[in-house]
C-alpha cells in the first residue's frame, strides 16, 4: 500500500476518531476559571507514539512520558499507533480534541506529511507543548562494507543501484535526507521503505539493503560492538559527544547538505488554557530533571528545549525551511 493511498485511509479514520471524541466530550472544561496550578489531567493519561517500536520516536516517547511522571507523579501509558509514516497516528489523535489526558511524542514527520500528503492534519491541527532538542542522522552501513564514507555511497549510486532503507515511509524523514543528497549530488538510490527505525535497521544489518539513515541513539550498540560503522553525519559540524566526535560530517565529504530533526510533545487541539499550561509547566520541570539530561545524553541528542509559543514559532520556521527545501 502507497502511502498517499494509507493517507487517504486515514483521513477517514480522523473523521471517525473526531466523532468518537466529540461524543466522549473530552476534557476541556476540566479546571476552567482555575489556574495550571489547580488544574488535573486525571488519573488515565496516555503517550501516542505514531510509529512503531523500536525506533527514535518510540524512544523519545517512551523517555519524556517516563520524565513527566516523575514531575507529575502520574502513571502515564504509551502506546504506539504505527501506520502511514506516523499519518495513523496523527489522524487518530485528532479524535481527542479537547482532551488533556492524551500527549503525542511529535517530530518531523508531523510536517513532512502535512507537505507531501494529502492528511487531515499538520502542526496547526493540535497544541505544541514542547520541543526537548535536535537529533541529527548519520548513515551507517554493517561492518563488512566496502563503503568508508559517504562520498563512497554517492559513487557507487552513480554505478549502479545502492539500496537504502527509508523508515518512516516515503516522505518520512529518511527519504527527505536521501532525496537532498540525490539533488546535490545528481544521484538516484533505490529506496526500501520500512515503518520504523528497528526495522530499517534490521534490515540493513541483515543485508536486505545497503546503507541506513539512523539517528546515534538508535544504533550505538551496534557501532560499539562492531556490527555496523558510520560513514557520517548528515550535518555541517561533527557531534560533540565523545563516542562520536570522529565520524565526518556530509559538509566535510562535499556533500552540501545538512538536516535535524525536532522531537517534543504535543497535546490535542482544543484543550483549554489551563490544561495546557499545566503540560507547559511539568515538561519545564522536566527539562531540569536529571532524566531529561539522561535522555539527551544517552540519545546524543542537542538540548535545546521551547516551549508553548516560542515552540509554535519554531514549528512555523521549520515548515518554512522544509518547502523550500522540497522545491
Not at 11 to 20: F, K, P, R, V
Request: net charge negative; proline share 4%; hydrophobic share 40%.
Amino acid at each position: 500500500m502507497s502511502v498517499r493511498r494509507a493517507a487517504g485511509i486515514v483521513a477517514g479514520l480522523g473523521a471517525a476518531a473526531l466523532t468518537l471524541g466529540a461524543c466522549s466530550g473530552g476534557s476541556s472544561s476540566a479546571g476552567e476559571g482555575a489556574g495550571a496550578e489547580s488544574f488535573d489531567p486525571g488519573d488515565r493519561l496516555t503517550m501516542i507514539v505514531p510509529m512503531g517500536p523500536g525506533g527514535g520516536s518510540d524512544l523519545s516517547g517512551r523517555s519524556i512520558a517516563s520524565g513527566l511522571e516523575e514531575v507529575t507523579e502520574k502513571t502515564i501509558s504509551v502506546e504506539n499507533q504505527e501506520g502511514g509514516g506516523g499519518a495513523v497516528g496523527y489522524a487518530n489523535f485528532l479524535g481527542l480534541e479537547g482532551d488533556p489526558s492524551y500527549l503525542l511524542a511529535t517530530e518531523t514527520a508531523l510536517v513532512n506529511l502535512a507537505l507531501t500528503e494529502d492528511v487531515p492534519f499538520s502542526w496547526e491541527s493540535f497544541t505544541p507543548i514542547m520541543k526537548v532538542g535536535q537529533d541529527s542522522t548519520i548513515m551507517v552501513v554493517p561492518a563488512g562494507a566496502s563503503y568508508g564514507t559517504c562520498t563512497d555511497v554517492v559513487d557507487a549510486a552513480r554505478a549502479g543501484d545502492v539500496k537504502v532503507s527509508v523508515s518512516g515511509g516515503v516522505t518520512g524523514n529518511d527519504a527527505i535526507q536521501f532525496g537532498l543528497i540525490e539533488k546535490d549530488q545528481d544521484v538516484a538510490f533505490q529506496r526500501v521503505p520500512y515503518e520504523s527505525g528497528g526495522e530499517a535497521i534490521a534490515a540493513v544489518l541483515g543485508g536486505h539493503v545497503d546503507v541506513a539513515l539512523t539517528n546515534p541513539g538508535e544504533v550505538i550498540g551496534q557501532l560499539e560492538s562492531g556490527d555496523l560503522k558510520a560513514l557520517c553525519v548528515i550535518a555541517e559540524e561533527r557531534y560533540e559527544y565523545e563516542d562520536l566526535a570522529d565520524i565526518p560530517t556530509t559538509v566535510e565529504q562535499g556533500i552540501d547538505v545538512t538536516f535535524s530533526q525536532y522531537r517534543g510533545i504535543i497535546a490535542p487541539g482544543g484543550i483549554a488554557d489551563e490544561a495546557k499550561e499545566y503540560w507547559i509547566e511539568a515538561s519545564k520541570e522536566y527539562v531540569e530533571t536529571e532524566s531529561f539530561k539522561e535522555y539527551m545524553s544517552a540519545n546524543f541528542m542537542q538540548a535545546d528545549p521551547l516551549f508553548g509559543d516560542d515552540f509554535v514559532s519554531y514549528l512555523e520556521q521549520y515548515e518554512a525551511d522544509l518547502a523550500a527545501g522540497l522545491e
